[in-house]
């Protein structure tokens, strides 16, 4: 409360002014750029950082940045703004009936060059941005100071003061608004002076495609360079460019005007800009596109490494490492990119399998079908690049429709022929019910992409729309039909069970929340259906061939007779114990296999007695392996019969008057697990239970931690106590084997 209290008064600048000073600084790194340079970067106080957010995603705020600095500048309030500036420029480089060149204007040290009187000036010159007038005068009004660590072993223990004054701080949310601000001027000079010029810029970034003539061109330059030094930036002419997409030989005069200036020409070929491949020539951008690609190489090669933990690294792989080329995905056509995919899916693949040790001889196509689905689904949300391009693209020209109509672009018959085909692979993978969520491309531009044009709401999270229908539509495909096969049926349906896949999103910051490399691999080949290590023996030696055949079950050592009075009670007891640390944790009274009340009937003792929020709790903890073969059969027809015929059947011991004459009053929770990490209702409610009464109690532990901590340390616990019951099962097995 006393934080959310701080918020408004930095945001009215209503602090002592020593304070402010101190707010109001920062901490500045170098990193290196890639021509190797260094770029300043200002890590401000957080506090700052979050009122200054928090102010910037007011919906006014949003809009009235946006049309402070519209129709040239894309990179302020403009969602996916970066994408749909690609998909402009790629739109004149498409248009060969109205050819322009592309010019990238590049300024020198931008964001510290820029004149703070004139960030301020612009600024206060729009009304509806009043809400961040005193917070940036505050924070650029005067000089506010810089802490830069030394980097030299001899002054180690030295840091230097730096006085800021000049420019926009690179890591301040408001120092992009007021650079785009000061610049916005300038950048409409340029565009407005070339007739027939359009003008796109993402911050400092700024791209004018011109007619090709050398008046234009000439003019371009001369205004792009006066215009800057009155908002004192300077144009950098070796690192501007131009490039010409277009078949058609260049015009006389532009190439010696770009050469009086200092500005490479590119003629035909492709061009990284904004991160994307932009040019008019397929087979360069396929291999633009498939550099891009290659960069990430060396990422996945270090994944691999002693020095990161199975659990780690697949965390890794799936949130840093499978969104990488997401971005080129929606930028660039399919076409384009099913090179740079192919070999994306080839990396990801690779480096996943290494992590998990699984060798190649040992999948199966729908092993490496369902790794590709989401969690949610059962799979490890690795997610494969060549399925996912055809929506990425369609979803981001949907984004871009209303601006490049806007813009007046034409629709190309390429583009046209791009889009059906992209089309048909969305409706081919996604069923017939993505046809309600797309148009039908075709050559009247009118009509193309106009539901888009006419509601942009509609392509918002398009792409997600039909990611979920393409993943619903590969789950069906793997799930086997009813009779057949139903082992891998009963598994596919467990491990999309609530929250079967929650021990994946374990972070393992604590003992309670990791899992050891061999568990965790075991794990994923339990989600898999893969056996638990490469080479089996034929049956469980304790058994015997008939009950322990690992054939038949290979995963026999989950529901093993042998190992009920050892591994497996430990598991259990490991989930009850665990349930009642953090529950008492938590502000709640724990005791642990009560003693029966009298009265009760002889009744069998709940596993926990539950007291937190004002109520109680009788919590019987019971884990169950639904593909043992007692149950496949039931479990096959679907998850929630396993575990509401457990619970059913537990909540029979503790129903009647035992529990209805008990006081204070009890209500009896099955709390109910799968093997395969799944929740039953009855158990995931449970939780949310002491959620919410933990909530209300104001505790020290906030609900965040308690989400982040309870379910996910039962999950781990689970797979945990899993792999040691295989692990076990196997060493008895193998010990007796005579050598």
Request: glycine share 6%; with cysteine.
């Amino acid at each position: 409360e006393g934080l959310l209290a701080l918020l408004p008064d930095i945001a009215a600048s209503s602090l002592p002014p020593r304070t402010a000073l101190l707010l109001h600084s920062a901490r500045l790194f170098a990193p290196r750029k890639p021509d190797g340079g260094v770029r300043p970067v200002a890590a401000g106080e957080s506090f700052f950082r979050v009122a200054a957010s928090t102010e910037l995603c007011a919906a006014n705020v949003q809009r009235a940045a946006r049309d402070a600095v519209f129709p040239v500048q894309l990179g302020v309030a403009v969602h996916g703004g970066c994408e749909i500036a690609v998909h402009m420029l790629q739109a004149v480089a498409d248009d060969a009936d109205n050819p322009r060149l592309l010019v990238g204007l590049d300024f020198a040290n931008a964001f510290n060059s820029v004149s703070r009187a004139a960030m301020l000036s612009a600024l206060f010159a729009q009304p509806r941005l009043s809400p961040l007038f005193r917070m940036a005068h505050a924070a650029y009004g005067s000089r506010t100071p810089l802490f830069l660590e030394a980097t030299s072993p001899d002054d180690a223990s030295r840091q230097h003061l730096i006085w800021s004054q000049t420019g926009a701080r690179q890591g301040d949310p408001l120092g992009s608004l007021l650079f785009c601000l000061a610049a916005a001027p300038a950048f409409s000079e340029v565009v407005d002076t070339v007739e027939g010029a359009l003008g796109v810029a993402i911050i400092d970034d700024l791209t004018v495609a011109v007619p090709p003539t050398a008046e234009a061109t000439r003019a371009a330059l001369s205004t792009a360079r006066e215009a800057a030094e009155r908002a004192s930036l300077v144009l950098k002419d070796a690192k501007c460019f131009a490039l010409w997409p277009h078949s058609a030989p260049l015009p006389d005069g532009v190439a010696e005007v770009l050469a009086a200036a200092g500005v490479p020409l590119q003629e035909a070929g492709a061009r990284t800009v904004l991160g994307a491949p932009i040019g008019g020539d397929p087979a360069a951008l396929a291999e633009a596109a498939l550099d891009v690609a290659e960069k990430h190489a060396p990422f996945f090669e270090r994944l691999a490494t002693d020095k990161l933990s199975v659990q780690e690294a697949l965390q890794l792989l799936r949130v840093c490492g499978v969104p990488k080329l997401t971005y080129l995905l929606r930028c660039a056509r399919p076409s384009v990119t099913q090179g740079a995919a192919l070999r994306f899916d080839e990396l990801v693949s690779r480096a996943l399998w290494r992590i998990l040790g699984i060798h190649a001889m040992e999948l199966s196509p729908e092993a490496i079908d369902q790794a590709g689905l989401p969690i949610s689904h059962g799979g490890l949300g690795i997610f494969h690049a060549e399925r996912l391009a055809p929506l990425a693209w369609v979803a981001a020209q949907a984004q871009a429709a209303p601006f490049l109509r806007g813009a007046g672009l034409s629709t190309t018959e390429q583009r046209i022929e791009e889009s059906a085909k992209a089309w048909d692979a969305i409706t081919q993978s996604c069923g017939a019910d993505a046809a309600a969520l797309l148009p039908v491309p075709c050559l009247d531009s009118d009509r193309d992409l106009a539901p888009f044009v006419a509601d942009p709401a509609d392509a918002l999270r398009l792409q997600h729309k039909l990611s979920v229908m393409q993943h619903d539509r590969s789950f069906d495909a793997l799930l086997p039909p009813l009779g057949a096969r139903d082992v891998d049926r009963a598994r596919l349906l467990a491990v999309s069970a609530h929250g079967a896949g929650m021990w994946l999103y374990a972070v393992p910051t604590h003992s309670q929340t990791r899992l050891d490399n061999d568990s965790f691999r075991r794990a994923v080949r339990l989600r898999l259906g893969l056996l638990p290590v490469r080479f089996m023996p034929s049956h469980c030696r304790p058994c015997g061939v008939g009950a322990g055949s690992f054939q038949a079950d290979p995963w026999h050592a989950l529901s093993c007779a042998h190992l009920k009075s050892t591994v497996l009670t430990h598991r259990h007891d490991m989930v009850v114990r665990l349930l009642s640390q953090w529950i008492r944790r938590l502000g709640g009274l724990t005791i642990v296999e009560p003693q029966p009340e009298r009265g009760d009937g002889g009744r069998r003792r709940p596993d926990l007695d539950v007291t937190i929020g004002g109520r109680r709790f009788l919590v019987d903890v019971s884990i169950r392996h639904p593909t043992a073969p007692s149950r496949v059969a039931r479990a096959a027809t679907g998850p929630p019969l396993v575990t509401a015929e457990r619970g059913a059947r537990e909540k029979t011991l503790y129903h009647g008057p035992s529990v209805a004459a008990m006081h204070p009053p009890a209500e009896f929770v099955p709390f109910v697990l799968e093997t395969y990490g799944g929740l039953a209702s009855q158990a995931a409610e449970f939780i949310k239970t002491v959620i919410t009464a933990t909530a209300q109690l104001a505790y020290v532990w906030a609900p965040p931690e308690i989400i982040h901590g309870l379910p996910y340390a039962i999950a781990v616990a689970v797979q945990r106590l899993n792999s040691r019951a295989c692990a076990a099962c196997l060493r008895s097995t193998f010990d007796a084997i005579p050598a």
